[in-house]
């Protein structure tokens, strides 16, 4: 059981726009800590897509976004194509856990 | 280039011992804080433990707390896993990351390939 909660799957057709949540609680993100959103692609190791809320390492595209609001998170992917086709994860600081905490992952599939 | 390399990963019995190496490159190691991150078999990622850029402050995860020992070797521009009385659950992929300070206590910026290490008799 994760302390972050995320949907185990999201699905789109390409082109399309696809949202992740990421659901925490008053320790973490509620608390007022960032929020951080990795891609792991089949067999490779994550990757950073976006780190502090919405804010995008160079080389990633402006298709992905993200947001936070009280004790949740959301990354939003427009213009969907197959090579968006990966798990997904947001990570955050726990007060209580002095570390970091992980959501349970988001299986994006491109129809 | 930033590179992180993981190695010391493999079959061990419940148990047992191991120790995780990973390798630092393409940045200079004892500036950086970093982290070590687990992902069993087709399952999400897991925390499991921080040190600071010096060596000074170390966190763990309750699951690894008192078997787990992390450490480093600025000079050598090293991070190390020491795990003791492994458990079958300790089955998984071990990366090491490099922490990227600020935005609360930080992120993980740069990713090692993983090393998978196997508990099993």
């Known amino acids: 059981q994760s302390v972050l909660t995320q949907p185990p799957s999201v699905s789109g057709a390409p082109g399309q726009r696809v949202t992740i949540s990421c659901t925490g609680s008053?320790?973490?993100?509620?608390?007022?800590?960032?929020v951080h959103w990795y891609q792991q692609l089949p067999g490779t190791a994550p990757k950073l897509l976006i780190y502090g809320n919405n804010n995008r390492p160079s080389g990633v595209p402006d298709r992905f976004s993200g947001s936070k609001s009280g004790t949740s998170a959301s990354l939003a992917i427009s213009g969907l194509q197959a090579e968006d086709e990966a798990d997904y994860y947001c990570?955050?600081?726990?007060?209580?856990?002095?570390?970091?905490?992980f959501g349970g992952g988001t299986k994006l599939t491109v129809l | 280039e930033v590179q992180l390399v993981e190695s010391g990963g493999g079959l061990v019995q419940p148990g047992g011992s191991l120790r995780l190496s990973c390798a630092a490159s393409?940045?200079?190691?004892?500036?950086?804080?970093m982290n070590w991150v687990r992902q069993a078999p087709g399952k999400g990622l897991e925390w499991i433990s921080y040190?600071?850029?010096?060596?000074?402050?170390?966190y763990y995860a309750d699951s690894v707390k008192g078997r787990f020992t992390i450490s480093r070797d600025n000079a050598k521009n090293s991070l190390y896993l020491q795990m003791n009385s492994l458990r079958a659950e300790d089955t998984a992929v071990y990366y090491c990351?490099?922490?990227?300070?600020?935005?609360?206590?930080?992120?993980?910026?740069?990713w090692g390939q993983g090393t998978l290490v196997t508990v099993s008799s």
């Open positions: 393409g940045f200079t190691f004892s500036t950086y804080n």
């Open positions: 008053s320790s973490n993100i509620g608390a007022g800590y960032d």
């Open positions: 990351a490099r922490v990227r300070a600020g935005y609360s206590y930080g992120y993980a910026d740069y």
């Open positions: 990570q955050s600081y726990d007060s209580s856990l002095s570390g970091w905490v």
């Open positions: 040190i600071s850029n010096s060596g000074s402050t170390i």
